[in-house]
């Protein structure tokens, strides 16, 4: 998906897909995250939540629109269900305003009972326009603190 950065101030509750034209939020369809139990994107829902409040949005009233993502490489199984690094995950805020676009990225270890959700990518909402704030991918700092050393030592090579 590629989300236009200067969108007109009177469309933001829409966004402009190259290609598709303007898109509302679907709430109702999983798109390629249907492998995703209940339980399981409860739980991711919640993490990319908390990881947005590192980049200074407001969480209250925000809905997710997994309708356009994508699977992007990696893949485990958790709770009730499977996860993926997700790319084109979408937020609206309670007008149905889009808030942020990304995609998502986790640090699953079993023996370590961790399973950690971020975004890996993200573009949101200031001002009427829509502006990168993490372009890199990795491990931000603010994740890469919250783990155990022999994993700090592990996941080294992936920070950002």
Not at 51 to 72: P, R
Not at 114 to 141: A, C, H, N, R, T
């Amino acid at each position: 998906m590629v989300v236009l950065r200067n969108m007109p101030r009177n469309a933001s509750n829409m966004i402009f897909v190259k290609g598709k034209g303007i898109m509302k939020p679907n709430y109702s369809s999983h798109g390629l995250s249907y492998c995703m139990g209940n339980e399981l994107r409860k739980e991711v829902e919640r993490q990319l939540l908390v990881d947005l409040m590192q980049y200074n949005v407001a969480i209250d009233g925000l809905k997710f629109d997994w309708s356009d993502s994508c699977i992007e490489g990696k893949r485990a199984t958790y709770l009730d269900g499977s996860v993926e690094n997700f790319s084109g995950i979408q937020l609206f805020n309670h007008n149905d305003e889009f808030v942020a676009e990304g995609w998502m990225e986790f640090i699953y270890e079993k023996s370590d009972d961790l399973f950690v959700v971020y975004w890996d990518f993200l573009d949101i909402m200031q001002k009427g326009k829509v502006i990168s704030v993490k372009e890199k991918s990795g491990i931000p700092d603010h994740i890469f603190n919250r783990l155990p050393k022999l994993l700090k030592q592990k996941y080294a090579h992936e920070r950002v």
